[in-house]
T-cell receptor
Framework: GQNIDQPTEMTATEGAIVQINCTYQ??????LFWYQQHAGEAPTFLSY????GLEEKGRFSSFLSRSKGYSYLLLKELQMKDSASYLCAVKRNTGFQKLVFGTGTRLLVSP | KAGVTQTPRYLIKTRGQQVTLSCSPISGHRSVSWYQQTPGQGLQFLFE???????NKGNFPGRFSGRQFSNSRSEMNVSTLELGDSALYLC????????????FGQGTRLTVV
């Protein structure tokens, strides 16, 4: 089976740094995606990791450790607009686009 | 280029009815996946189509079905609606097989009363 765990909710203040963790147990792992979803909107792509290590993209970075079944999304210099749900999704090695999502982490950024 | 288009955006149906949702992927994308999103369960995979063939199917009852047309547009159908089918149905398109980014549509909010 597959299991993806993320914290349900996190809070942080504007300008701070927050790390959202995701742990997974799955067979045929073939990559991990992070998506951002604002309330009432579609999820939008943030990052993709398939190899171990850190991928940096502006204020957002994503890390993957395949041996530990662990990833995190790091958000720096938080802004109010970063208040959203952050979805961790694992792609299995089927060759096709089947993503298994965690339930998401709702991040609230306060002034 | 245009994004993923889902129609309708909102829908209210009564128990026992059936519903058809539509998804037009980004031009050139051949893979379309469908997901059900509810507050308690998060995003649950329904099925994926590639070149008119169903490639993957999630753990949903047979009342949920779908298809893809030659122009890559996809429809999903839910028959004999139940109250628990109330959810946001999201469609995602990607270029094809492999580790390609999936782009999501705005979704169809289905309410079953």
């Amino acid at each position: 089976g597959q299991n993806i765990d993320q914290p349900t909710e996190m809070t942080a203040t504007e300008g701070a740094i927050v790390q959202i963790n995701c742990t997974y147990q799955t067979s045929g792992f073939n990559g991990l995606f992070w998506y951002q979803q604002h309330a009432g909107e579609a999820p939008t792509f943030l990052s993709y990791n398939v190899l171990d290590g850190l991928e940096e993209k502006g204020r957002f970075s994503s890390f993957l450790s395949r041996s530990k079944g662990y990833s995190y999304l790091l958000l720096k210099e938080l802004q109010m607009k970063d208040s959203a749900s952050y979805l961790c999704a694992v792609k299995r090695n089927t060759g096709f686009q089947k993503l298994v999502f965690g339930t998401g982490t709702r991040l609230l950024v306060s002034p | 280029k245009a994004g993923v288009t889902q129609t309708p955006r909102y829908l209210i149906k009564t128990r026992g009815q059936q519903v058809t949702l539509s998804c037009s992927p980004i031009s050139g994308h051949r893979s379309v996946s469908w997901y059900q999103q509810t507050p308690g369960q998060g995003l649950q995979f329904l099925f994926e189509y590639f070149s008119e063939t169903q490639r993957n199917k999630g753990n949903f009852p047979g009342r949920f079905s779908g298809r893809q047309f030659s122009n890559s547009r996809s429809e999903m159908n839910v028959s004999t609606l139940e109250l628990g089918d109330s959810a946001l149905y999201l469609c995602a398109s990607s270029y094809g097989k492999g580790n390609t980014e999936a782009f999501f549509g705005q979704g169809t909010r289905l309410t079953v009363v």
